[in-house]
């Protein structure tokens, strides 16, 4: 009868898991079906291109209207994710800062009215990129209340039209640029910088506690992932981590090499290392609402239940035959 009942346990346990009953397959889970972005020359794909009549950035020796000499972040990060990028949704403009500037380059804020003005109504479940702030603080701006704050209400404002899964990015040490750190500013604006992100991480987490538990809201924190390539330069195949490729308009002849394209910019090279090590971040993985823990204990009393069920029945049965 123990054996019987064991077979009836594993055949339940088979059933369960195929029907997802127990524990949800990947496919259970919805997959981003569009990709929006909003930002500065990091994520700008042509919009300062288009708006200045392809005059900014000068391509070459830039890489069509890209900051870079080949392809930025999001480029890569949404052809990871299988997903289309263009100038519908992308709304990055090189030079941008987080407020609501409608003169180009169009402000963080005033992306987002640009994004909410022509939002389609077709979008399951789009992803939402934030990266901005840099240009608040190389302007000369010297407030993080004002960055940070804006940053806040970007996200509210995504929230409020329905938006589920967004990616607020900090920033990378802006006292530590080619064309920073031997400045005079060099200390103000490292300083500038740990100071933006902490504020701004703590802002990410108490947004968290007051959005619908429903809306993911990640933080991506590409200041330690910088500083990780900058210290092991080697690890990541750069050679040079404090000097541009790009110097006036002779380039390096290994780009490959260098972290930064110009004075500011990211080689392209770079970009993609940064969604390589930053896609467990970006990446709803989110393959189930149970955990292993969860699972165990499940999968456990399912079984004791049907043995149980079986010992039960063999002694009604025995009792009868007395």
Not at 72 to 98: C, I, R, S
Not at 163 to 170: L, S, T, Y
Request: contains cysteine; hydrophobic residues 40%.
């Amino acid at each position: 009868m123990l054996n019987k009942n064991v077979t009836i346990a594993t055949a339940a346990v088979t059933i369960a898991l195929s029907t997802g009953l127990l524990f949800p397959s990947a496919t259970s889970a919805q997959s981003f079906d569009r990709i929006y972005v909003f930002g500065d020359s990091l994520s700008d794909i042509g919009n300062v291109y288009e708006a200045t009549d392809k005059e900014n950035p000068p391509s070459p020796p830039y890489f069509k209207g890209r900051y870079s000499n080949g392809p930025v972040w999001v480029e890569y990060l949404a052809t990871d994710l299988k997903l289309p990028l263009n100038l519908n949704n992308n709304f990055a403009y090189g030079g941008a800062t987080t407020g609501d500037s409608q003169a180009v380059p169009l402000g963080v804020l005033a992306q987002i009215e640009k994004f909410k003005a022509s939002k389609s109504t077709s979008d399951r479940n789009p992803l939402y990129i934030i990266w901005a702030g840099a240009n608040d603080y190389l302007g000369g701006g010297t407030d993080t209340t004002v960055p940070v704050n804006n940053l806040t209400n970007a996200v509210q404002s995504i929230a409020a039209v329905g938006g589920k899964n967004i990616v607020v990015v900090n920033l990378p040490d802006l006292g530590n640029l080619p064309g920073t750190r031997t400045t005079e500013r060099a200390t103000l604006l490292s300083n500038l910088t740990a100071q933006h992100n902490r504020e701004l991480a703590a802002a990410i987490d108490s947004l968290r506690k007051q959005l619908n538990a429903d809306i993911k809201l990640k933080y991506l924190d590409v200041n330690s992932i910088f500083n990780q390539v900058g210290s092991n330069p080697s690890k990541y195949g750069f050679t040079n981590v404090t000097e541009p490729c790009l110097k006036q308009t002779i380039r390096c002849t290994n780009p490959d090499r260098y972290l930064f394209w110009d004075n500011i910019h990211p080689t392209t090279a770079a970009h993609k290392l940064l969604v390589e090590l930053a896609y467990p971040t970006i990446k709803d993985e989110s393959k189930s609402s149970f955990s292993i823990p969860q699972f165990t204990l499940v999968l456990t009393a399912l079984i004791l239940s049907i043995l149980g069920f079986g010992l039960i029945a063999k002694r009604r049965k025995n009792s009868k035959n007395r």
